[in-house]
T-cell receptor, first 110, second 117 residues
Framework: QQQVKQSPQSLIVQKGGISIINCAYENTAFDYFPWYQQFPGKGPALLIAIRPDVSEKKEGRFTISFNKSAKQFSLHIMDSQPGDSATYFC?????????FGTGTSLTVIP | EAGVAQSPRYKIIEKRQSVAFWCNPISGHATLYWYQQILGQGPKLLIQFQNNGVVDDSQLPKDRFSAERLKGVDSTLKIQPAKLEDSAVYLCASHYRPSGRPYNEQFFGPGTRLTVL
């Protein structure tokens, strides 16, 4: 059973464009929603995270939008750069248990 | 602050052989996780430790996989005997809840890429 559903599986964006990755969850007990960035040969690294009591969190070019009623959250990467090319995973957590999406491979074309 | 350390980084074995992976979490992190990441998929939890006790091993194939965390610090994950479908990256992560921060943080090691021939 997939606790967190992520789409799209892959994404190609022009440099300077906006990348949008979407995730959905079912369990309302989740209380923490992180996004991880993973480069080839590396482990996932925390990029940005949000709690369900806020609807948006922005850190630099990265923004999480959170819709509690729809049980959906998304990552927006503004002004996408070739260096952003990586795999992105959303996750949902309750306590110290984490559930991951299936990942989105982002390619930013120069 | 040193990150999560894992070794080896790469391992190639033949099916039916055994293999062991080692993880040293960030100092002071009580929770340690082992994940299996098959190419093109998200990390799948194999086992979770809190100090030296097992919290969740419901997805660990116990007929071939075992893990231990003696003394509540570093951990080893073993596969015996290995199957072709065990080819994956094995990630170790550790977790803590920073004081004064509203949420939890999980830190991953670089992973061990296992190829079973």
């Amino acid at each position: 059973q997939q606790q967190v559903k992520q789409s799209p599986q892959s994404l190609i964006v022009q440099k300077g464009g906006i990348s949008i990755i979407n995730c959905a969850y079912e369990n309302t007990a989740f209380d923490y929603f992180p996004w991880y960035q993973q480069f080839p040969g590396k482990g996932p690294a925390l990029l940005i995270a949000i709690r369900p009591d806020v609807s948006e969190k922005k850190e630099g070019r990265f923004t999480i939008s959170f819709n509690k009623s729809a049980k959906q959250f998304s990552l927006h990467i503004m002004d996408s750069q070739p260096g952003d090319s990586a795999t992105y995973f959303c996750a949902a957590s309750m306590g110290n248990q984490f559930y991951f999406g299936t990942g989105t491979s982002l390619t930013v074309i120069p | 602050e040193a990150g999560v350390a894992q070794s080896p980084r790469y391992k190639i074995i033949e099916k039916r052989q055994s293999v062991a992976f080692w993880c040293n979490p960030i100092s002071g992190h009580a929770t340690l996780y082992w994940y299996q990441q098959i190419l093109g998929q998200g990390p799948k939890l194999l086992i979770q430790f809190q100090n030296n006790g097992v919290v969740d091993d419901s997805q660990l194939p116990k007929d071939r996989f075992s893990a231990e965390r003696l003394k509540g610090v570093d951990s080893t994950l073993k596969i015996q005997p290995a199957k072709l479908e065990d080819s994956a990256v094995y990630l170790c992560a550790s977790h803590y809840r920073p004081s004064g921060r509203p949420y939890n943080e999980q830190f991953f090691g670089p992973g061990t890429r296992l190829t079973v021939l």
